[in-house]
C-alpha cells in the first residue's frame, strides 16, 4: 500500500513541476510577446534627463499650484502672430499644437499646470500689425508671445519690451535648438544677446517669365540654365536689363513691364546696394553705412530701367495695388522679371488660382544677378521671429511652447504651405519639406541671403529709399538729384546714426 | 426777488451749457493746446515726454521734404478753393435759372457725394479714373479703340480737385443759391424790362448782391482745406511718386501713424499741426475783421 | 440788325431748351458713380460691370464674409457686427449732438452772459476748422484715458467735432423765434425749464431733425477716428471693413463683393438722404450764415 503513495506523490511532483516548467516556458512566450518594442518605454536615463530639465519649471509650479491649495496652476498664454497672406496661418496653429503638446509632458513628468494658447492670427498689412503690437507692448498690455520680422529686434530691444533668451537657449539646447542652421541667430543677436527664435526664413528671388523668354528666342536649355548663369556670375544685373529692354522692343511685353518690383516699402529695397558690393552696418559702432559710390551705381540702374530711358520698370509701378494689379499681372504671364518672395508662388496658386503644373510651366527663378560678370549673386532674407514679451509671467512655459513648435514636422508644414524656407537641419531631411518641388529648388539660396542690419533707424533708411527710387521711376529725379535727396533725407532722419561716405 | 432770478437764471444756463463747454474742452480746446505742447517734445511710440524746444521746427526747416509739402498745400488749397467756388457758383446760377423743382433736385444730387460715406466715394473714383487698363474710363476708352489715359498718374491735381470739389461745390452752391433766391425779385424784374441779357443780370446785379456770400465761403472753405486730407489718404495717399500731392495735415498723419516701422513721430508730426493751428487763427482773425462777423452776434433776445 | 419778334421767341426757346438739357445733365453727373456702383454690386465679373447676379449679396444671410475658405473668413468680422458698430457710432453721435447743441444753443440765442461772445466765436472758428488737426492729441488722449480701441473713445471725439455746428444751427433757429412766443410761456406761469421743453423745443423741431439727420449720416460715415483709433477688427464699422478688404495685402481684390457690401452700407444713407434732403440744406446754410 504504502508503494502505491510513494508512486502516487512522485506523479503528483513530477506533474507539477512539469507544470511548472511549462508554465514558465508559456509565461516567457507570453511576455516576450506583449512586451513593449524596444524604444518604446523612454529610456530612464532620458526620462531622468527630462525631468532634471523641468525641475526648476516643476518646483515653481507645485509651489504656485499649493498656493493654491492644491488645485493645477491654469496658464494662459497669449500669442500674436502675422501673415499677413493667410497661407501662414501655421505661425499661430503650431503654437497651439506646442501648448497641447507641453500639457501632455506636465502630466508625463507630473507638473500640475495646464497651459491654454490664446491670441490671434493677423492679416492686416505689417505697418498696422505693428502699429497695434507696439502700442500694446508700451502700454503693458502685450501678447506673451508675438511673431514679428527679426528686424524689429533692434526697436524690441532698445525700448526693453522683449526677454533675453540665452539662457533658456542653453538649457533647452538639445530639444531642438542644436538644430537651427547656425546663420539664423545671426538675425537676432543684438548688443551680444540673442532677442529671439527664428520662426521661417525666406529668400527672396526673381522670377523671370520662361514662356516670354521662349517669344524671345531663348531654347529651352538657355532658360533653364539661367540660374546656374547667375550663381557663375555669367549673367549680370545690366545683362537682365538688356533682355527686358529688347522684350519691350520686341513686343513681348508692354512697356514697363519688363522688370517688376514691390510698390512700396519693404525689405527688398536695399538688395541692389548688397548687389553693387555696398555696406549697409558698421560692425564696430553698428552705425548705418550710406556708401555714395555705390548708391550712384544702383540709381543709374534704376534710372537706366525707368520709362525715360530704355523702359523696363514701369513708372506708375509705385502706384500700383498689390491685389488689383500686381498679383493678377504677374499671374496672367504679363511680366518678364518680377522681384519678389518664395511665399508668393503659394498666394498665386491658392489665391489667384494660378495651377501647380502652369506655375512650373511659366515660372522660373533665380538670384539676384551680380552687378559685374564674376561676381557673386545676392538675396535677401528676413527671417520672421517669435519673441518673447516682459510683461509674460510664465516667460519659461512660453519658451517651451515656442521650443515645442520650431519642431521638423510643423515648421515644414508651414514651410512648405506658405513658401518659407527650413530653419533647422532635420527639416531638410523631413519628408513633407522634401518632397515640396518649390523648397527643394530654393533652398540654396539661403546661403546667398543676407539680413537687414539691426538698428533702430533702419526703418527710416530703409524708407528713404524707397521714396528716391519712387522718385527716379516717376520721373522726378535724375541720378545727381536723386542722390542729393537720399543725402539730404538720410541726414535729416538719421543724423549721425548714419555715416555717408562720398 | 432779483437775487433768486439772477441764481435761477444762472442755473439753468450752467445746466444747459455746461455739457458743450465741457465736451468741447476736452475734445477740442485741449487738443490743440496739447498739439502745441506735443510739437515741443520727441513724444513717440514710446509715449515718453522728452522736451526738446523748437529742435522739431528747426527740422521741420531743413526737411527737404518741407518744401514739396508746402508746395502741395498750396496747389491743393488754391486749385480746390478754386474749383468749389466757381463750380458752385455754376450750379447756384444753373439751378436757380431753371424751375424750381429741377433746381432742388440738381442741388440735392450734387448733395449726395458729400453724404457719402468717404471710402465710398473715394473708392468709385479711384476706380472710374484708374490709370490702368482696369479702370472703368480706361475700359471704355479702350473699347473704342484708343490708347488709355494715365488719369492719376499724370493728372492728380485735377483728379484731386474732382474728388473734393464734388464734395465742397455742394456746399456753395446751396449757399449761393439760398443767397441768390433773398434778392429782392424786383431789381432782376426791372432789368429785364429794361432789356438786359441774363448774362448781364447775373453779372451785374447777382453776383454783385452776393459778394459777401462768395467771400465769406472763400473764407471760410480756405480754412477747412488747410487741414482737409481724409480724401487724399484713400486715393492717392500723397503720390504718386515723391511727395507729389502730400499736404502738410496728410504729412503730419503719416509720420504720426503711417510709418513702415511704426515709429510714431508724433512731436515732429505736432510741428506740421501747430503751424496749421496757428495760421488758421491768424486767418480767422482776419475774417472777424473784414467781414465784421459780430454782425452775427447779435444781442440775445431775452435777458 | 434787330430781330423779329418771332425769331426771338425761337432763340429764347432754344436757349431755354438747352439750359435745361444743361441743368438735367449737369444734374445727373453726381448720380453716375452710384449707379455704377450698384451696377458693379450686382456684376458676375469681379473687377468689370457684366450681367446680373445677386450672388455677391451672400453675405447677408449670416454676415460672414467668405464662407466657402474657413480660414480667410475668420480674418474678418462679422458684417453684422461691423454693422452693429457703425450704427453704435451714428445714433450715439446722433442723440448727444442733438441734446447737447439744443441746449446750448437755446442758452446763447436766448441769454446774455459773461463770454457769450467769446464762446460763440470759439466755436464758429472750431467749427471751420476739421477735425483732422488734433487727430495726434486725441490718440494721446483716448490713449491715456484708457479709451483708445473702444467705440466710446470714437463716439467722444465725434461729438466734440460735430458739436460747433449744432450750436450754431440750433441757436439760428432759436433766433427765429420770436420772444413773445417764450414771454407767453412763462406769463402763463410755465417757468424756465417748463418754457424751454413744452414751447421752444418744438418750435425748433426742424432744426433738430435737421442737426439729428446730419450729426446721424456724420456717423455713419466716419472712417478717419476709426482707422486711427481702433485696433481690434471686432470693433471695425462698416466703412472700416469696406477699406480694409479693399486694399488688404491678401487676396484677390472682389470689387463686386466690395460694391455689394457698399450697397448694404448705404441704404440707410440713401433712404435718409431722400427724405432729409432738404433739412440738410438747412444744416449747410445754417452753419455757414449763422
Known sequence: MSKQKNVFQKTTAVFLIVSLLVGLVIGYFIGAATAPAPGEVVPKSQYDELQKQVESLKQQLQQLSAQQAGKPVEIVITAWTIGPEKESVYRQTNLAIAAAKLNQIFKAVGIPATVRLEGEFNTASWTDYRKKLYLALEGGTGPDIFLTAHIDTAFLAE????????????????????????????????????????????????????????????????????????????????????????????????????????????????????????????PSTGKLIADMKVWRKVFEWFYEASMARRKVILDKLTSLDWNR??????????????????????????????????????LGFMLYPPSEKGGKPVTLSQPMTYFISKTCKYPEVAFLIITLA??????????????????????????????????????????????????????????AIFEVIKGIETGQFTVDTALTALRDLLKSRLGDEVIIRE | MQVSRELSKMLIIT?????????????????????????????????????????????????PTTRLVVQATIIYVTGTLAFNTLWGL????????????????????????????SVLWAMLMTWIFSPLDTGLLNSLIISMGWQPVPWTFRYYWPFLFIVNGFIGSSLSAIVFSSAIKSIPPDYIIAAKVDGASSFVIIRQ??????????????????????????????????????????????????????????????????????????????????????????????????? | MSLSSSEVVIMVKTRTILLYLVAVIVALVPLIPLGLLFALAFSEHPIHIKGFTLANFEFLKTGVLFPNDPRYSKLYPNVYTSAMNTLLLALGNMLFVTLISSMAGYVISRYSFRGRSALLGTFLVIHGVPASVLLIALYYILKVTGLLNTLLGVVLAKIAVDLPLGVWVLKGFYDG??????????????????????????????????????????????????????????????????????????????????????????????????????????????????
Open chain 1, 159 to 282: 525700448n526693453g519690451w522683449i526677454v533675453p533668451l540665452d539662457d533658456y537657449i542653453k538649457k533647452y539646447w538639445n530639444w531642438t535648438y542644436y538644430d537651427v542652421i547656425s546663420g539664423l541667430w545671426d538675425s537676432v543677436k543684438y548688443k551680444g544677446k540673442i532677442w529671439g527664435v527664428p520662426q521661417d526664413t525666406e529668400a527672396r528671388p526673381i522670377y523671370y517669365n520662361k514662356l516670354l523668354l521662349k517669344k524671345l528666342g531663348w531654347t529651352d536649355e538657355q532658360i533653364n540654365d539661367l540660374p546656374n548663369k547667375v550663381l557663375r556670375g555669367e549673367f549680370t544685373l545690366y545683362d537682365m536689363l538688356s533682355v527686358a529692354e529688347e522684350a519691350v522692343k520686341k513686343g513681348v511685353v508692354e512697356p514697363g513691364y519688363g522688370v517688376w518690383h514691390r510698390p512700396n516699402a519693404g525689405p527688398d529695397w536695399p538688395i541692389l546696394y548688397l548687389a553693387f558690393g555696398g555696406q549697409l552696418q558698421d
Open chain 3, 177 to 290: 423765434i420770436p420772444w413773445d412766443t417764450e414771454i407767453a410761456a412763462l406769463v402763463d406761469g410755465a417757468g424756465r425749464f417748463g418754457a424751454f421743453f413744452r414751447v421752444m423745443l418744438p418750435l425748433v423741431l426742424p432744426g433738430v431733425f435737421s442737426i439729428a439727420l446730419f450729426s446721424f449720416l456724420s456717423g455713419w460715415g466716419e472712417f478717419v477716428f476709426i482707422y486711427t483709433f481702433i485696433q481690434t477688427s471686432t470693433n471695425w464699422t462698416m466703412s472700416m471693413l469696406i477699406q480694409s478688404l479693399h486694399t488688404s495685402e491678401m487676396g484677390a481684390l472682389n470689387l463686386a463683393l466690395i460694391a455689394a457690401l457698399s450697397v448694404f452700407y448705404l441704404i440707410p444713407v440713401l433712404v435718409l438722404f431722400v427724405f432729409g434732403e432738404k433739412y440738410l440744406v438747412k444744416v449747410t446754410i445754417g452753419g455757414v450764415k449763422g
Open chain 2, 205 to 303: 446785379i447777382i453776383l454783385p448782391m452776393i459778394k459777401w456770400h462768395i467771400a465769406f465761403f472763400v473764407a471760410y472753405n480756405t480754412l477747412s482745406l488747410l487741414a482737409s486730407f481724409e480724401y487724399i489718404l484713400l486715393t492717392l495717399n500723397g503720390g504718386p511718386g515723391y511727395y507729389t500731392t502730400e499736404v502738410m495735415v496728410l504729412r503730419a498723419y503719416h509720420l504720426a501713424f503711417g510709418q513702415y516701422m511704426v515709429a510714431m513721430d508724433f512731436g515732429y508730426a505736432a510741428t506740421y499741426v501747430t503751424i496749421l493751428l496757428v495760421v488758421g487763427l491768424v486767418l480767422s482773425i482776419v475774417y472777424w475783421r473784414v467781414f465784421r462777423l459780430r454782425r452775427l452776434m447779435i444781442e440775445p433776445k431775452l435777458e
Open chain 2, 90 to 117: 455754376c450750379l447756384a446760377l444753373l439751378s436757380t435759372h431753371v424751375h424750381d423743382a429741377l433746381g432742388t433736385f440738381m442741388r440735392a444730387a450734387w448733395l449726395l457725394p458729400r453724404v457719402l460715406p
Open chain 1, 406 to 463: 520650431t519642431d521638423p514636422y510643423l515648421n515644414s508644414l508651414h514651410a512648405v504651405n506658405s513658401g518659407h524656407l527650413a530653419i533647422l537641419h532635420s527639416q531638410l531631411s523631413n519628408t513633407i519639406y522634401t518632397q515640396d518641388k518649390f523648397l527643394a529648388a530654393t533652398g540654396y539660396m539661403v546661403e546667398y541671403a543676407k539680413y537687414q542690419p539691426l538698428h533702430p533707424k533702419w526703418g527710416d533708411y530703409s524708407t
Open chain 2, 15 to 63: 445746466v444747459m451749457l455746461t455739457p458743450a463747454v465741457l465736451v468741447a474742452l476736452l475734445f477740442l480746446a485741449v487738443p490743440a493746446a496739447l498739439t502745441i505742447l506735443i510739437s515741443l517734445t520727441e513724444l513717440d511710440y514710446r509715449f515718453k515726454w522728452i522736451w526738446c524746444s523748437l529742435n522739431n521746427y528747426a527740422r521741420l526747416l531743413t526737411d
Open chain 1, 325 to 362: 494689379d500686381i498679383h493678377p499681372s504677374i499671374v496672367a504671364g504679363k511680366v518678364l522679371f518680377w522681384m519678389g518672395g518664395t511665399w508668393h508662388p503659394p498666394q498665386w496658386i491658392s489665391t489667384w488660382g494660378l495651377g501647380k503644373d502652369k506655375f512650373w510651366e511659366m
